[in-house]
């Protein structure tokens, strides 16, 4: 029982941004969207370049973009697709949370 701890830990770990992602969406006034829309943030501006985001009103975003960048072609260097996906799950629900749990099931 003391090795299925950690691997339920990383499961609710794992849900937890699904219950955000789903909260968020119930209460946006505006039904999610992929296209642009010049009035406001959507998830274009995740797929792309934020267009709302200056210096002025957005300082983290323009410090941590270049971090961000880094570790999407990190992430993507072995392939798009299966193996960009297979990289994201290795490194934040593999890699990431089992130093930061202190996993003791080596
Ligand atoms: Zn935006």
């Not at 642009?36 to 959507?42: G, N, Y």
């Not at 998830?43 to 200056?54: I, Q, S, V």
Request: one cysteine or more; hydrophobic letters at 45%.
């Amino acid at each position: 029982m003391p090795a299925f701890h950690p691997l339920l830990l990383t499961f609710l770990l794992a849900l937890l941004p699904l219950l955000v992602g789903f909260a968020v969406n119930s209460a946006a006034p505006h039904p999610p969207t992929a296209a642009r829309v010049s009035a406001r943030c959507t998830r274009y501006c995740h797929y792309h370049a934020c267009l709302h985001a200056t210096p002025a009103n957005s300082p983290a975003y323009y410090r941590l973009r270049p971090l961000y960048e880094l570790s999407i072609r990190v992430l993507a260097a072995g392939g798009g697709g299966a193996a960009y996906v297979l990289a994201n799950l290795l490194v934040f629900l593999v890699g990431i949370p089992r130093p930061t749990l202190g996993c003791c099931c080596s």
